[in-house]
């Protein structure tokens, strides 16, 4: 079955059995393994991506229902090679450690702090956010600290 959707500015079509994960697509048809596979029930929060803009988890989403998407995965966070503010922040703050729930938690707060700019200024609602993905390594502070830094850095640089 071919599937046709934008990944990173990129049209791409592709070949995918019906019951292909937008997850394995992304990593095994197109080499993107930034987005990370961990639970593969969508508990874990690892292979968030965007598409059309809203936070999902690939390893539940059917890489046909991504039909005429617009996908963003980790790799196109960044702006060419000026890093994206979350992942300047992530650095600054030490958000990571083994870094394998990383991309997700930079995808999880890129669709947040789209939706919501203001997201740091409210601690519930910013920690309802955080506690839908897992990090077993950091204790999630550093990953608030850089949550709350790029929401600033965002808000003062318009976008």
């Not at 070949?15 to 596979?37: C, F, K, N, Q, Y």
């Not at 598409?51 to 702006?79: H, K, M, Y």
């Amino acid at each position: 079955m071919k599937v046709r959707f934008t990944v990173n500015g990129r049209t791409h079509q592709i070949d995918v059995e019906p019951r292909t994960s937008l997850a394995d697509a992304l990593r095994d048809r197109l080499g993107l393994t930034g987005t990370t596979l961990g639970c593969e029930h969508g508990v874990c929060g690892s292979c968030t991506v965007l598409v059309d803009g809203t936070a999902i988890r690939s390893c539940l989403t059917l890489a046909v229902q991504a039909e005429g998407a617009d996908v963003r995965t980790v790799e196109g966070l960044a702006d060419g090679d000026e890093p994206h503010p979350l992942q300047e922040a992530f650095a600054a703050e030490h958000a990571l450690q083994c870094g394998f729930c990383t991309p997700g938690f930079l995808m999880l707060l890129a669709g947040a702090l789209a939706e919501e700019p203001e997201l740091d200024r409210d601690e519930r609602r910013l920690d309802a956010v955080l506690a839908s993905n897992l990090c077993r390594c950091t204790g999630y502070a550093g990953i608030r600290r850089a949550a709350v830094r790029a929401a600033e850095s965002l808000r003062a640089n318009g976008g």
